[in-house]
């Protein structure tokens, strides 16, 4: 559980910069203690914590309206692919699959490379395999960065991107 720092400060976020969670993990790494952030991404820190209240607590609505405010807010923010994320776990949650479509998808194209952008295009590509939506699960996985991946993450990669092959009449002989 997150720990208050000494200014009374919840020091730790979920959509801190570092490596993002697998799918079903309910937590993410946590952002820099307070005391390294400028007074400029106090604001945005601030609203993380917010979010990632809700989130923690399960009101995945506030939360995904949170998220949703972080990133129309502080677009160029480091926390930013983060909080796409976290807003897409919260619409699944709420049973807005085509919300968090849309997130993950934006996600993937804007931050190819980041962890997070790269989980986001695993879990797009498997809503839309769940759709029956293959070849478009395969075009979602091209960009996908395979260095920013753990192990299962890359697992995964390698199933949808054989699947999208298969069903695409491109399966190897």
């Known amino acids: 559980m997150k ?10 976020t979920l959509c801190g910069s570092q490596a993002a ?4 993990s309910a937590t993410a790494p946590v952002a820099p203690p307070a005391a390294v952030i400028t007074a400029d991404q106090r604001r945005v820190v601030e609203a993380l914590q917010f979010a990632d209240g809700y989130y923690q607590r ?26 796409w994320f976290f807003w897409g776990q919260s619409l699944i949650q709420t049973g807005d699959m085509d919300g968090a479509m849309v997130a993950y998808q934006k996600l993937a194209t ?3 490379a980041n ?3 790269a989980q986001a295009a695993l879990t797009a590509a498997s809503l ?9 699960a395969g075009a979602m996985l091209e960009a996908v960065d395979a260095v920013a991946l753990d192990e299962a993450q890359r697992e995964a990669l390698s199933y949808y991107r054989a699947l999208a092959r298969h ?7």
């Open 21 to 24: 969670p697998a799918a079903d």
């Open 110 to 112: 804007t931050h190819p």
């Open 58 to 83: 399960g009101t995945y609505d506030r939360a995904a309206k949170a998220y949703a405010a972080i990133v129309t807010d502080f677009p160029g923010s480091e926390h930013t692919p983060g909080a």
């Open 128 to 136: 839309l395999a769940e759709r029956h939506r293959i070849a478009e």
């Open 115 to 117: 962890p997070y952008g």
């Open 167 to 173: 069903y695409g009449g491109q399966a190897e002989q």
């Open 3 to 12: 720990r208050l720092l000494a200014a009374g400060l919840l020091g730790a």
